[in-house]
């Protein structure tokens, strides 16, 4: 999610561009956006903007994944504005479910898109400093967060020791971090959920029915259901606050402004 809408504004480099700010700390893959970029360049420059190659990177990734696949569409422009400071309008993990609604609902997503989207965590890594604080002194007793099912906790600590590397990478889903599946809805089901955003989905009794939906009991049958709508959930986000036309501009190199 950009802060400016779906405009490009992540792949800035720069002190305090959008990608500096805590949230996005985490964020890989900068490179393969790039390189799709310098070939685009080589055989139509100035035609495909960053922003429509991002969000036609994500799609691809899915679909790599074993996941679904849908038709971006674009026409995107890209944004002249990238600043970490924006950023405090992303989600974070440390939100309540009624943050994560009102950062979503405030850029037109509703419940349905939210748990939808937060299904991407299906596939990826997280670093430990972003879920360490879970693991020990969570209720400043000293005891863990008491929604993290107890064979799983031992498991976290072990990866993330209390003084250890907070940069160490941890697959956002246990059980398949490279396989676009429903699997992180039954983590978040059974208290094995990563990011404590993500565990909190089961606590609220409105997101808590749709992790219930994608979990599914019936194998197979439900997890057609997230492949569908996923997509959907994902072109809505990626028409959010688009600019288009002769707006703004397409960028040569997609770390700079031209």
């Not at 779906?6 to 393969?32: M, Q, W, Y």
């Not at 943050?99 to 965590?121: I, M």
């Not at 907070?166 to 956002?172: D, E, N, P, T, Y």
Request: net charge neutral.
């Amino acid at each position: 999610m950009h802060a400016q809408g779906c405009d490009g504004s992540i792949l800035i480099a720069g002190a305090s561009a959008e990608k500096t700010a805590r949230p996005n700390a985490g964020l890989r893959g900068f490179e393969v956006i790039d390189d799709a970029k310098s070939q685009l360049e080589g055989l139509c420059p100035g035609v495909v903007s960053c922003a429509d190659i991002l969000a036609l990177a994500a799609r691809d990734a899915v679909d790599l994944s074993g996941g679904p696949s849908w038709g971006v569409p674009t026409g995107r422009r890209d944004g002249r504005i990238s600043s970490s400071a924006e950023a405090s309008s992303l989600p974070t993990p440390l939100d309540p479910v009624p943050t994560q609604r009102q950062k979503f609902a405030s850029k037109g997503l509703d419940d349905h898109d939210l748990v939808t989207l937060v299904g991407a965590h299906t596939i990826g890594q997280t670093d430990c400093l972003f879920f360490q604080y879970r693991l020990y002194n969570f209720t400043s007793t000293g005891n863990s967060d008491p929604s993290i099912n107890q064979a799983f906790l031992a498991q976290l600590q072990s990866t993330c020791p209390k003084m250890g590397d907070g940069s160490k990478r941890v697959a956002l889903d246990k059980d398949s971090q490279f396989k676009f599946d429903i699997s992180f809805f039954k983590n978040v089901r059974d208290g094995n959920g990563i990011l404590e955003s993500d565990q909190r989905l089961w606590g609220d009794s409105s997101t808590r029915r749709i992790v219930e939906n994608y979990a599914g009991s019936i194998r197979g049958l439900l997890g057609l259901r997230f492949d569908f709508e996923f997509p959907k959930a994902m072109i809505k986000m990626s028409s959010i606050e688009v600019k288009t036309g002769t707006q703004e501009e397409i960028r040569k190199i997609c770390s700079k402004f031209n």
